[in-house]
């Protein structure tokens, strides 16, 4: 079997008897697949992150672990000689979010997200794709050449129920989902200092806060030069192909099981980033999926052995001032009005362990009280909770605990949210708008 993603770091997997049950075929991405012990910790009520499916369903089929099990029948023929196009398998994964929990939660580690995208691709690679995939995954590139145009359509499908039941029809995009308007103007850098007193870092812009969010970017930008910095924005390397084209980790396209086109762009982000990696600069990001893309699934996208370089460098924005505040970093922050604040952890970051940071640097504001939402996947989770088949699932998941909390939360207090699927489910299912802990930061900053 022919596979899209490097699955290598899996092939000494199975050594021992645990690992009995590899499937028959599939190589290292089977041992992928067989690294489940059947502990069945998917199948449990309790806190974090992981099965957020199965929290609405109550139902086991739509567990890591029977997923597992229906790509082992997969792997194994059960599935016929075509398993990836197999209905059984689609029910398996219809309502998986690649919310990263089980990488982290499960005990076995199983990366069911990196197993959902090689699914993907190999789906595919045999039945063609989709529209709405090729929609969703290439709006890296749909928005550098037509941003305005797009805005202006989405404007009018926002506003005009018809033309929202006419992209439900054609393309599956629920009309009862405002989708996401690219903002007026896309983000625009100020030139870096030339010397700062604690040096440089580089500032890694990906397509969401490049295009929709851009007051995101311009506030870290702001915040990491207050705290003494020279900040450069990572730009395309002098030999790129597009070198007008920002630059983008590839998550949009590996949602959607584009795996070519991920590893093209991973390869730009790569070339751009050789010098930094050479003088040890910290990266830092905004997005939580596009930054620890970075950290992770680069690992499988055959990108060099400079991967590992990059995932010791690569640093969320609040963990890279967590680290720098643990060497004497000290932001000049003032208390900010509003009642208790409200924080709610992008999937990734909590799989990642990066939510200790938010909390550190959430505590360097003066007299600052939030509380961290114990939920789990908001459940936007970039285009699952656009896709009509999905918004009602997706809205149950945003239900079970962030949005009722959010509501709860008093009308002038911060709702803080990093990912922005995040803050698109919370602005629909409460109507009130969160911001990135980038941007609160610098409403605090002392001018």
Request: proline share 7%; net charge positive.
């Amino acid at each position: 079997m022919k596979t899209h993603l490097d699955w290598s770091a899996y092939d000494t997997y199975g050594m021992g008897d645990a690992y009995a049950g590899i499937p028959a075929t599939g190589g290292n991405y089977a041992k992928a697949v067989a690294v489940c012990m059947n502990n069945h910790q998917c199948q449990r009520d309790g806190k974090g992150v992981m099965r957020p499916s199965y929290r609405i369903t109550g139902d086991p089929a739509h567990s890591t672990g029977a997923r597992v099990k229906a790509f082992k029948a997969a792997l194994n023929g059960e599935l016929g000689e075509q398993p990836f196009i197999h209905p059984d398998l689609a029910a398996a994964m219809d309502l998986c979010v690649s919310c990263k929990g089980c990488k982290k939660e499960c005990p076995s580690s199983v990366d069911m997200t990196l197993i959902k995208t090689e699914y993907l691709a190999q789906r595919n690679e045999q039945q063609g794709l989709p529209r709405r995939a090729r929609l969703f995954g290439g709006l890296p590139q749909w928005l550098h050449r037509w941003r305005r145009p797009l805005a202006l359509l989405v404007g009018w499908r926002n506003a005009s129920p018809w033309l929202a039941r006419l992209a439900e029809r054609r393309l599956g995009i629920a009309a009862s989902r405002p989708i996401p308007q690219p903002a007026p103007q896309a983000f625009a850098a100020t030139a870096p200092a030339s010397t700062a007193p604690r040096g440089k870092v580089i500032l890694f812009v990906d397509t969401f806060s490049h295009y929709y969010t851009p007051e995101v970017a311009a506030a870290a930008q702001r915040v990491l030069t207050a705290g003494g910095y020279a900040v450069e924005v990572l730009r395309p390397a002098a030999d790129d192909g597009e070198p007008e084209r920002p630059l983008c980790c590839g998550r949009t396209y590996l949602s959607q099981g584009m795996v070519d086109a991920a590893k093209a762009e991973g390869r730009r982000v790569m070339a751009a980033l050789a010098p930094a990696l050479a003088e040890g600069t910290p990266i830092v990001g905004l997005e939580p999926s596009c930054l620890l893309a970075l950290r992770d699934e680069f690992y499988s996208l055959s990108l060099g052995p400079e991967v590992g370089q990059l995932g010791k460098q690569a640093f969320l924005f609040e963990e890279f001032l967590m680290r720098e505040g643990n060497k004497g970093l000290k932001l000049p922050l003032k208390p900010l009005p509003g009642g208790k604040a409200v924080v709610h952890g992008h999937c990734h970051q909590k799989a990642f362990g990066a939510m200790k940071s938010m909390k550190k640097v959430l505590g360097w504001i003066p007299e600052f009280e939030f509380d961290i939402v114990d939920a789990s996947c908001c459940g936007m989770s970039g285009s699952f909770g656009l896709e009509t088949e999905h918004v009602e699932a997706s809205q149950k998941m945003g239900e079970l605990a962030l949005l009722p909390a959010v509501r709860a939360a008093a009308e002038d207090a911060p709702i803080i949210a990093d990912g922005f699927s995040c803050r698109h489910q919370i602005k629909d299912g409460t109507g009130r708008e969160a911001v990135h802990v980038a941007v609160l930061l610098d409403r605090a900053l002392v001018v």
